[in-house]
């Protein structure tokens, strides 16, 4: 928390000296805000092109109209992940191409199937992923991810990938911390799921060989 | 600890500030002894390990170079349009102030005009003009020009505190030509004289005296007269 605290106000000085018109500061704050930003927008959306552009988008929006930033109302990180959202959506709604995306009342419908299915965490065998941290695994969890919901989506990647805390993760969202937290269990769970059952038809192929 | 209340907490057991860091040694002590719950545990641990890697893996990506370049070129291109919206808008701020002056200027300069031209009115007639300069050419014109346009051209001065009519040829005048080459005499007049001069008065006491200027001709006949008012302005 002690970091976060450090890093606003790193980024509030560097964003009133680029108010002030100072391309470094402008330069330090794009560069020390775009990778997460970019990641955001490439995890959700699968797309490199995709993710640059909305990078591009977002950091033009701070270029040309930074007085909508408000930090009374959070930190200019979930500022800016807010307007990388944004652009994912519309960008989502104009070219059908991706991902399909889950409305909010597809949150509850999705998850009540897959507990339906087999009781979530219950259904999940014995044996254990001991190979989850192979190059394999790794492609096989990003694509596990990719296919999740959005609203799960965007959960496990600003709270695993990316590390930020509930709180961080809720003021990027503008949702309640509760709500964070209810959503990465359901997406940590479906996530289980899904890498059960590949990690089940791997072995029935093993053995059927 | 039971199993419902172990599944509301094993997903946070790494994650510091939550209800399931708080209660981690009662999670790990239920999964040692529910073995079903240890092996949800265990895919958990799993999947934190591959989430880790993925995230480890994926920490260095960045967008491309060029991105940069060319948000740094927007940001100098917003930035001399800003300095451009300045400068429209401090001419745009000084250009109103300038037009602003001006209106105020010629506001005030009416006003004035206005005030001259009433203050003027009680001892003089309505086409008292506010510019009360005298002079030769005034004289001679009024003399020979009709009273009507004259008194609607009057602008004669008598000084900073005075206002006057124009020269009004008098009833009685022998020969208005004669008042070329004429000389103005300053007196102040009673009713009686005023009327006598063939200029009847009706809003003034007897003993009341207003100044006028008098123009004579050579012999001394009085040829042109003007109204001077002199308590408009003090």
């Known amino acids: 928390m002690e970091m976060t605290q450090k890093n606003d106000l790193a980024d509030d000085r560097l964003l009133r000296r680029m108010l002030a018109g100072d391309e470094d500061a402008f330069t330090d704050l794009y560069r020390r805000k775009h990778p997460a930003i970019y990641r955001f927008a490439l995890h959700m959306s699968g797309n490199p092109a995709l993710a640059e552009d909305v990078t591009q988008e977002v950091f033009m929006a701070l270029v040309r109209e930074p007085g909508r930033f408000d930090p009374t109302r959070g930190s200019l990180g979930a500022f800016l992940f807010g307007i990388a959202r944004n ?112 990690h089940t038809a791997r072995r029935a192929s093993a053995l059927g060989k | 600890m039971d199993c419902s209340q172990f ?138 020009d009709s009273v009507g346009s004259e008194l609607a051209a009057a602008e004669s001065q008598a000084g900073d505190s005075e206002s006057a009519t124009a020269f009004v040829p008098l009833p009685y005048a022998d020969d208005s030509a004669s008042a070329d080459g004429g000389t103005i005499v300053r007196v102040e007049l009673s009713r009686p004289q005023l009327a006598s001069l063939g200029l009847p008065v009706t809003d003034m006491a007897d003993t009341d005296r207003i100044a006028a200027d008098i123009v004579l001709s050579e012999d001394g006949a009085p040829q042109a007269i003007r109204l001077i008012s002199r308590s408009s302005l003090d």
């Not at chain 2, 002056?101 to 003009?129: E, T, Y």
């Open chain 1, 87 to 198: 652009h994912l959506k519309k960008r989502w709604e104009q070219e059908r191409r991706l991902v399909p995306i889950a409305s909010d009342s597809d949150e509850s419908d999705d998850f009540a199937a897959f507990a339906a299915s087999g009781n979530g965490n219950a259904s999940i065998p014995a044996s254990s992923f001991d190979d989850l941290d192979s190059l394999d695994t790794i492609g096989r969890v990003r694509r596990a991810i990719s296919t999740l919901p959005e609203n799960y989506r965007e959960v496990v990647v600003l709270c695993e990938l990316e590390e930020m805390s509930y709180e961080e993760a809720a003021a990027a969202l503008s949702c309640p911390v509760g709500t964070v937290r209810s959503r990465l269990h359901r997406a940590r769970t479906i996530l289980l799921e899904k890498l059960r059952e590949a």
């Open chain 2, 7 to 144: 599944e509301e907490l094993f997903h946070d057991l790494d994650r510091p500030g939550t209800d399931g860091y708080a209660a981690r040694e009662s999670v790990l002590a239920h999964a040692e002894a529910c073995s079903r719950c240890g092996q949800l545990l265990t895919h958990a641990e799993s999947l934190d390990l591959a989430l880790s890697a993925l995230s480890a893996r994926e920490n260095g990506e960045r967008a491309p170079a060029h991105l940069e370049t060319l948000l740094r070129e927007e940001f100098r291109h917003g930035r001399a349009a800003a300095s451009h919206r300045r400068v429209r808008w401090q001419i745009a701020a000084l250009a109103t102030a300038a037009a602003m002056l001006v209106v105020l200027g010629l506001s005030l300069h009416h006003r004035n005009r206005a005030n001259a031209g009433s203050g003027g009115g009680s001892h003089s007639s309505p086409a008292v003009a506010s510019d009360n300069r005298v002079n030769a050419m005034d004289v001679n014109s009024s003399a020979d």
